[in-house]
């Protein structure tokens, strides 16, 4: 690639044209290729639309995304203005990370410098060593520029991806470096950018703006060379998530009371915490490395002093770096290189019959000696509060506890309030229950006369007639053609000829696979799956189901029960390029 880094405004153009026939560039709508159509257009034959470039940023938000974001840009422009962010004279922003001459936000300029200073030490100028190139980087949430100005004039090729576009705070601040780079509007979840093109990938606080971090991480993945890196920097980490929350409400009613406003018009993600982090890494085969910048002595006894005064714990702030899993090796690392997590190994197919033996003989048991007494018989049960009505013949869900489990899992993040859910396999419609507390509309479904009747008795018992609906029939059969933000399915996960009813909802030969077939097609284009495996079933053989037909899988919960190990995975259709 040409590396040819003009200086000053009189270069810009030139500049421009020369990244224009060097990146490869792809509409962010359906992925085929652009056509450059001159300076100052980009044109995608297929969805016979251009993509401007206006006041020289590359504007890659089509119309209907640029409506969803329309509320989240003016109340953070709305914030930031109030908070004074910006300023009139190129010193400032020349000066960033390093000095803040406005005075007004050392502090936080001061935590950037440092994790700046952290990367380029530990992560780029090694990459770039290895390369023995200069790199090409993706600056994600670039805001002003400042990162992508630092890279260029260290000789690296940066392209700053953000949606805000005003000249104070977003990218049409670029005019005021002296360094061109190449300033992007798009999302982060929409790159408009073919396949395997950067070095870096750095989300420069700005990953917990996410509203998807599976789809947002492996996007990012999606435009980095094989061996690129995906670096996640100064977004707040917690080791409780309970202590993310508090924050994030913490944060609303303080925006509430300076404001006016809570700031929540994304929903984003707000935070991570290192479960969460662990489950991205085991959905997009990743392996983290944690560098943890000094920041001083007094920032690094804020934790003890929290624990003294009984206060939530603060958040940390790390320079994350990812890249993909190897053959051999790999897992979650710290900054010293040791191991946290090792891959699973494939058990023999010796093995997989054994414990599959093993948890039939267990789950046989189980039911015999402790829940025979709750099983055809008419019995209400309270399941995570709720009362919820058994009929004879239909699965309880405390015989086992994995219906309690997966309605426990649920919460307005993964049941996105106003969103339209089908729950699976209902029974006896515990999950639709829980899922009408935040769902617009929720339509349950079951193979069983008897459950379908059972799952009607709980919708009326809980006044959620008016937005819970319940169909009998056969997987996806009775809902021809309809699409649903969250599909709920808690499986029969254990390999088998089910014998009576009790066994049809554990035992099956063939749902998972017609379930993994059909999904795609019943979800919205931002929707998921929340489906519930246990260790004793053949989760490695169930997963690779999803995983062949284009689907992401992330555990997003997991207890364990007397050595039996429930997880929730969160399955995640990907987008597939029409290249």
């Known amino acids: 690639m040409k590396m040819g880094l003009p200086n000053g405004s009189s270069g810009i153009l030139r500049f421009t044209m020369e990244w224009l026939q060097e990146l490869h560039w792809a509409c962010p709508r359906c992925r085929r290729p652009l056509t450059v159509e001159g300076p100052e257009t980009m044109h995608c034959p297929a969805c016979w639309v251009d993509y401007p470039c206006v006041d020289g940023i590359w504007r890659f938000l089509p119309p209907e995304r640029a409506a969803f974001f329309r509320a989240f840009l003016r109340d953070y422009e709305t914030l930031r203005r109030a908070e004074g962010r910006g300023a009139d004279d190129p010193a400032y922003y020349r000066a960033l990370p390093f000095e803040d001459r406005s005075?007004?936000?050392?502090?936080?300029?001061?935590?950037?410098?440092?994790s700046f200073q952290t990367f380029v030490r530990r992560v780029l100028d090694p990459l770039a060593r290895r390369r023995g190139r200069p790199l090409w980087v993706l600056d994600l949430g670039a805001g002003n520029g400042w990162l992508s100005y630092r890279l260029t004039c260290q000789g690296h090729v940066a392209v700053a991806v953000d949606l805000i576009t005003n000249t104070w705070d977003g990218l049409g601040a670029h005019v005021h470096y002296d360094v061109a780079f190449l300033p992007v509007?798009?999302?982060?979840?929409?790159?408009?950018?073919a396949d395997g093109q950067f070095d870096v990938a750095l989300f420069n606080a700005s990953l917990h703006y996410s509203t998807d971090y599976v789809v947002t991480l492996a996007e990012a993945l999606r435009v980095l060379r094989s061996d690129g890196r995906v670096i996640v920097m100064d977004s707040p980490v917690y080791r409780d998530a309970a202590s993310g929350r508090q924050m994030v409400q913490e944060r609303k009613?303080?925006?509430?009371?300076?404001?006016g406003f809570p700031s929540d018009a994304l929903p984003s993600e707000h935070y991570l915490t290192y479960d969460r982090l662990q489950g991205l890494a085991e959905a997009l085969d990743l392996r983290w490395t944690f560098i943890r910048p000094f920041y001083g002595w007094r920032w690094a006894l804020r934790p003890w002093q929290a624990r003294l005064l009984g206060r939530r714990e603060p958040a940390r702030f790390l320079?994350?770096?990812?890249?993909r899993m190897q053959d051999v090796g790999g897992g979650m690392q710290d900054d010293e290189g040791a191991v946290r997590r090792k891959p699973r190994p494939y058990p023999s197919a010796f093995l997989e019959s054994v414990r599959r033996a093993a948890g039939r003989a267990w789950a046989q048991?189980?039911?015999?000696v402790f829940q025979r007494h709750r099983y055809n018989r008419l019995v209400m049960e309270t399941v995570a509060g709720k009362p919820i009505v058994v009929l004879p013949g239909v699965f309880n869900p405390k015989i086992f506890q994995t219906g309690e489990f997966l309605a426990e899992t649920l919460n307005e993040r993964w049941i996105p309030p106003g969103s339209t859910v089908l729950d699976m396999g209902t029974g006896s419609g515990v999950g639709a229950v829980f899922a009408a507390q935040w769902a617009r509309?929720?339509?349950?479904?079951?193979?069983?006369?008897?459950?379908?009747?059972?799952?009607q008795i709980n919708v009326l018992l809980h006044g959620l007639e008016d937005r819970v609906e319940v169909h009998q029939g056969d997987l996806f059969e009775p809902i021809p053609g309809e699409r649903f933000d969250v599909v709920l399915f808690n499986p029969p996960y254990l390999r088998g000829e089910p014998r009576d009813d009790l066994e049809r909802a554990l035992w099956s030969t063939d749902v998972i696979e017609r379930f993994a077939a059909g999904l795609r097609d019943h979800l919205t284009t931002y929707?998921?799956?929340l489906v519930l495996l246990s260790s004793v079933s053949d989760e490695v053989s169930f997963l690779q189901h999803f995983r062949v037909r284009d689907f992401l899988v992330e555990p997003i919960a997991r207890r364990r029960r007397f050595g039996e190990i429930w997880t929730v995975y969160r399955i995640v259709p990907i987008i597939i390029s029409n290249t």
Do not use: H, M, N
Not at 103 to 114: E, H, M, P, S
Not at 253 to 259: D, G, I, N, Q
Not at 365 to 368: K, L, Q, S, V
């Open 441 to 455: 509309r929720v339509v349950a479904v079951d193979i069983s006369p008897t459950a379908v009747r059972c799952a």
């Open 253 to 259: 009613a303080e925006f509430v009371r300076r404001y």
């Open 319 to 323: 320079v994350i770096v990812g890249c």
């Open 365 to 368: 048991g189980y039911f015999r």
């Open 103 to 114: 005075g007004r936000f050392r502090a936080d300029w001061r935590i950037r410098a440092k």
């Open 185 to 193: 509007q798009a999302e982060f979840d929409r790159l408009p950018f």
């Open 527 to 529: 929707g998921w799956a």
